[in-house]
Structures are given as C-alpha cells and as structure tokens.
C-alpha cells in the first residue's frame, strides 16, 4: 500500500506524517472507494503544551485568602448553632412566598385512642369536623383532652361544600350543595353525648343557597346538644348570615354559651381574602347585633395574620372589634392549605404574638388567645373560657347561698347546678321562639 507525506506545521519545525492513499478497486468498470484509518510510519513530534497555573494559583490564593473569622468581624464571639438557626428563621420568615415552614409551626401528626375513636364515630353517623376538613395543626391536643384536660372537638354542620370562595379556606366550594340532613342534628347531639367532651364548638359552611342560610338548622342542632348534654359547654362559630337579624337571633338565643364570628383579616385585606359577599362592616354587625339581642353571651372573633396586614391595621381591627363588645379575641398564623390557595406574606414570631396579647389583654378583652398555632377553636382558649363560663356560675352561686344565709362549702356542686339550670332555661326559651 502505497502513502502520500504531509508536512504539518509544529510549534517550531516542520512534522512529516504519512496517510495511505485509500484503497481503489475496478468492478465492473466502476470504481469504489473504502476509506481505512489514518496509519503513520512514525510518531508526531509534538512539543509539549504550556502547564496550566490557573489552578495552582487559584489555590493559592485561597489559601492566603479570608478565612471565617473574617466574615463574622465585629461579633464578641461566634454564634451558637441555635442562635445561627434563630436568626436563619427570622430572615426565611419574611421571604414573601417562602414555603419552608418555622421551627414553631411544626406540630406531630394527630394519633391517639381518643382520636381514633372520634373519628371511628364521625364516620358512623356521617358527620364532618372542621378540625379535618381545614387541615388544623391542633387536632391531637383538642381531641385528645391536651395539658389542660378539657377534651374538645370542632364539628361542622350543613354539609362539607360551602357555597363561598375564600381565598385561604381548604373547605370544598360549589353553588348548589347537597340538600341538609335532616337526622343531623340529632346525630351531632347523640355522638356528642357519647364522647364525653367538655366543650364543643359547631361551626358550619355558608349555606347562601337556603333561605334561611342555615339559620334553623343551626339553632336546631343546639338545642339537640342541650337536651342530651346539658353539662356541656357549647360555642357557635357562624356564618354571616348576610347580616341578617332575623336570622342571627335564633341562633343567639339557642342555648349556646359563646357566639364566634370571625373577622378574618384587617379591613383593607377583606376583598383580596375574603368571598365577595362577606365585608368587615357586615362581620362587625352581626358581633354588635349578638351582644344586643343577648348582653350575657359571651362573644369572640378572630384574626389571622401573616397576609399582608401591617400593624397599624391589626390594632384598629382589634379596638373595632372591642367597640362592638367582643369578648375573646384570637389571633395565628395563616397556613396556606394548598398550592391553589393564596400565598403567606410572612410568618410572624412568636414574639410578636406575644405582642398582640398584651395589646389584647390591655384593651380590655376578657380573653386574648395569640400564637402561631392558635385557630378560632383552639383547644387553650376553650379551656380558659370554660374557666370564665365557670366563674360566672360560681358568682350566681355565691349570690344565691348570701340570698338563703347559708355557707358556701358546696360551692362547686352548687354553681355547677346553676350553671346546668341556665342552659336548660336558655334551651326552652329558645324552643319557645
């Protein structure tokens, strides 16, 4: 096989590289062509490349270079791993959109004999609790009785499809829900009765497509409650009811011990949070309405926050709130349920928490509930305002032995009697209406 030489240049000389000349054949009076690998008869002299220092130089530098002591200057001494973290949760706490959750609002998974026995009951007699459908981080403390012993559990009403939209609320939406059970409230009282709890809150989804929007119904649920566990302590967080006082009444004067309707946000964030058909004056009118229709009962509200609100907003929503006679007070985080929802603006500190119940406690609110983990149920409070509901009664109680000469050795017995007493009233003048 013959070779052709190539003279390729070097850096300095000339290299001599051989190629064989490719193979040709004659068939058929036509030429192929089968080209073969390069083959050389001696190696390329090449000479060798520059050493890369890039490197080498880099590195040094490096090593000659700041070292941690450099970045932490000023500082009397390091920080500590958890004072790092502390300050790495406070910056993450005000990324807007950050979804990496504090330290402080992560809670267990809710287990436990009594949760499972609640929930074992609640899909016997085909009934929902808010607890579930909202996703409350709190649910093992409430059900299972917690540090203070008061077993409590959020049960909704109407259905588990709200005829609402709001933009931070995990609850199912539609226009036209299923029709109401009928058997409901007799079922809510009957699995009631049977766990044994202390307090109960029913809440219920907004019902616009019934006339009444689920005045009735509500107020019928109550007075179930009452007649079979007249010991129990029950709240009521309600729907708006469009601000109706026809409707707002019967619910008021049902036999419950507290009336909730929460405000949900400071005034300038209602239309971006809320549904279009609940407003703050709305909110505000059923709270004054409640406390018109009966002044004894114990009214309450509640505040997120972490939405956008500043705290010149979250002030004034508290003093409104006061103004309308509103007794207990809640104030936590908002949690975003799903991606579809919308988005936290910041998560507040505890500290800050901490702020908002003195300024509570300072405006004169009987109770202010404030945390990151706080909900308008939440197990705490229920425990704190079954401790008020329990004062009253013993204050009527002492009243009453003054009335008769006697001692008040029996106190407890006595208020708790009374206590009893005026709830059963409170059910039969309901009924009466």
Known sequence: ????????????????????????????????RRHLATETDAAVTMEPKPERRVRKEFAEKLKGGPGFGDFITGMKEPLTPEQAMQQAEAVQSKIPGNSRLPRWLKTDIPTGGNVTKIRKTLRELKLHTVCEEARCPNMSECWGGGKHGTATATIMIMGDTCT???????????????????????????ALAAWGLDYVVLTSVDRDD?????S???????????????????????????????????????????????????????????????????????????????PTLLTKSSIMLGVGETDEEVLQTMKDLRA?????VTLGQYMRPTKRHMKVHEYVTPEKFKHWEQVGNDLGFLYTASGPLVRSSYKAGEFFISE???????????????????????????????ATEERKKAALDSASI
């Open 1 to 32: 096989m013959s070779a052709i030489s190539l003279r390729l240049p070097a850096a300095n000389a000339w290299s001599t590289l051989k190629v064989p000349l490719a193979r040709v054949t004659a068939t058929g009076g036509h030429h192929s």
């Open 164 to 190: 609402r939209g709001c933009r931070f609320c995990s609850v199912k939406t539609s226009k036209t829900p299923a029709a109401l059970d009928a058997a409901e409230p007799e079922n809510v009282a009957t």
């Open 210 to 214: 019934l006339p009444d929007f689920g």
């Open 216 to 294: 009735a119904h509500f107020a019928s649920t109550v007075r179930n409650i009452r007649e079979r566990a007249p010991q129990m302590m029950i709240e009521c967080l309600t729907p708006d009811f469009l601000g109706r006082p026809e409707l707002i009444e019967p619910v008021a004067l049902s036999g419950l011990d507290v009336f909730a309707h929460n405000i949900e946000t400071v005034e300038a964030l209602q239309r971006s949070v809320r549904d279009h058909r609940a407003n703050y004056k709305q909110s505000m009118f059923v709270l004054a309405h409640v406390k018109k229709t009966k």
């Open 324 to 328: 309308v006679g509103v007794d207990i």
């Open 388 to 418: 008020i509901l329990r004062k009253r009664s013993a204050v009527a109680a002492a009243k009453a032995l003054a009335a008769e000469g006697r001692d008040g050795s029996n106190l407890r017995d006595i208020s708790a009697s009374i």
